[in-house]
């Protein structure tokens, strides 16, 4: 599977899903490894650990936002530490989503992800 691939967009569309599910129920345990097993049940293999889980979540919110919408991915933590990976700050700082006042937390955007769905 790699990003652009009709493999990767399938599993991308499914992601979007199942985050934007986990949204509604205002899931705090959206652990990597989760997300990892329900796209397994779905029929996609992408490891917890790996780059195309990093892909994955980054399009899903490209895919969901132009940058003024909350993060989708800001509901995907890592089990050891209770937050996101890097990744997520990284690509929160850059464009198109510029989360880079200093007031700006990931739980704020993860609170926003939530009123989002629940709204919808």
């Given at each position: 599977?790699?990003?652009?691939?009709?493999?990767?967009?399938?599993?991308?569309?499914?992601?979007?899903?199942?985050?934007?599910?986990?949204?509604?129920?205002?899931?705090?345990?959206?652990?990597?490894?989760?997300?990892?097993?329900?796209?397994?049940?779905?029929?996609?293999?992408?490891?917890?650990?790996?780059?195309?889980?990093?892909?994955?979540?980054?399009?899903?919110?490209?895919?969901?936002?132009?940058?003024?919408?909350?993060?989708?991915?800001?509901?995907?933590i890592l089990k050891a530490?209770?937050?996101?990976?890097?990744?997520?700050?990284?690509?929160?700082?850059?464009?198109?989503?510029?989360?880079?006042?200093?007031?700006?937390?990931?739980?704020?955007?993860?609170?926003?992800?939530?009123?989002?769905?629940?709204?919808?």
């Amino acid at each position: 599977m790699r990003p652009g691939d009709a493999e990767y967009e399938a599993a991308l569309d499914e992601t979007v899903k199942i985050l934007q599910r986990w949204a509604r129920e205002g899931r705090t345990d959206g652990w990597y490894k989760s997300l990892s097993e329900a796209l397994k049940a779905e029929g996609h293999r992408v490891h917890h650990r790996g780059s195309i889980i990093s892909h994955l979540l980054a399009d899903a919110c490209r895919r969901d936002s132009q940058g003024h919408h909350p993060m989708l991915s800001a509901i995907v933590i890592l089990k050891a530490t209770g937050r996101p990976a890097g990744q997520f700050f990284e690509l929160a700082s850059g464009a198109p989503f510029h989360r880079t006042a200093a007031y700006w937390t990931w739980e704020q955007e993860r609170a926003r992800v939530f009123a989002r769905y629940r709204e919808d």
